[in-house]
């Protein structure tokens, strides 16, 4: 057995359609959790068990059960200033190449791959509204995508729990930034509305920025993906970032034997770089990658 009291081949289905829909594949751990991680939707559709499932996945041709299975299946663990030193680096140096490198035009774009809730989105935000006399006259988009309708519908509100926003929220941020509500803590409107929010598939879906994002978030998806699915995920990212550019990845995570279009930048700790066009400052010749 996979998991609980199921059928081996339902686990199997589960996973398969996890897969297809959105390249993530099931660690161990998570196989042992499917049954709890989907309760809450056989229960809401009226279906029994793992089996019964899987029975009406394949006959109802639910497109309402089938994206509620796929999302409670996703892992959107996450929360604010997550690897909070990577936010300080880059306040402190990231945005100041990417400001000299985009002094002309006067625009930044920052995109946030795989955002699950909106947490890593509304850290950037905040830290940028922070600085707005400097931003003053640029225009900043923050686009923030993931796959799970539930978790974009959640970041849109922008309403956290108690246990949600004191997870890596500075009290400070937390009092200026959002309202304490009844049901929760909202984020201000002056917050919110310096993100849009959408369902993208990454994979698959049509590219939001291509070729324009200049700081790209795609941090804990990657881990999920088959080595064949991460090297498309790559080439995806590659196509939306702007030549000179900057990728975060997650702590666990590298491009190191997983793609040639990036590299480590060999000036910022930590982040990437496309590997055909190294970031580099205006009027500088470019470091020519390997
Ligand atoms: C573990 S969360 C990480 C959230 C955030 N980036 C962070 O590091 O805190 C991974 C997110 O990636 C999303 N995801 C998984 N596969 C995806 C795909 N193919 N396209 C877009 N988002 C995806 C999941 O829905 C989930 O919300």
Redesign the pocket.
């Known amino acids: 057995m996979m998991g609980g009291s199921a059928s081996e081949s339902a686990y199997r289905v589960l996973m398969g359609v996890l897969e297809s829909r ?3 594949t099931l660690s161990p751990n998570r196989i042992w959790r499917i049954e709890m991680s989907l309760k809450p939707v056989m229960q809401r559709h009226g279906i029994a068990d793992l089996d019964a499932l899987v029975a009406a996945l394949v006959t109802s041709n639910s497109r309402q059960l089938l994206d509620d299975t796929v999302d409670a299946m ?6 604010f200033y ?1 690897e909070h030193s990577v936010f300080d680096d880059i306040a402190s140096n990231a945005l100041e190449h990417l400001r000299q490198i985009n002094a002309r035009q006067r625009r930044l774009t920052i995109w ?5 809730t909106g ?2 989105a509304y850290s950037m935000a905040m830290l940028l509204a922070e600085q707005d006399r400097k931003w003053a006259g640029w225009q900043i988009d923050i686009v923030g ?4 309708y539930h ?1 974009i519908g959640r970041a849109r509100v922008g309403l956290y729990s108690q246990f949600e926003i004191q997870r890596g929220l500075p009290v400070q941020r937390m009092v200026r930034w959002f309202d304490q509500t009844e049901a929760g803590w909202l984020a201000k409107a002056d917050l919110r509305r310096r993100i849009d929010f959408s369902v ?4 698959t879906d049509r590219p939001p920025l291509a070729g324009t994002a200049d700081l790209i ?1 795609c ?3 990657l881990l ?1 993906f088959s080595a064949d699915m991460r090297k498309k995920a790559f080439a995806k990212l590659r196509a939306m970032a702007a030549p000179q550019s900057f990728l975060v990845l ?1 702590a666990g995570e590298t491009v190191l034997g997983q793609t040639d279009q990036f590299v480590a930048s060999p000036r910022l700790r930590g982040l990437y770089e496309p590997a055909d066009q190294q970031v580099r400052r205006p009027g500088i010749a470019p470091s020519i990658a390997a």
């Not at 996703?74 to 929360?79: A, D, F, V, W």
């Not at 946030?112 to 699950?116: A, D, Q, R, T």
């Open positions: 959105t390249g993530q996703l892992n959107n663990e996450t929360y997550r946030h791959c795989g955002v699950s947490q890593e995508t993931d796959v799970s978790a993208q598939n990454m994979l978030f941090r804990n998806l999920y997650g």
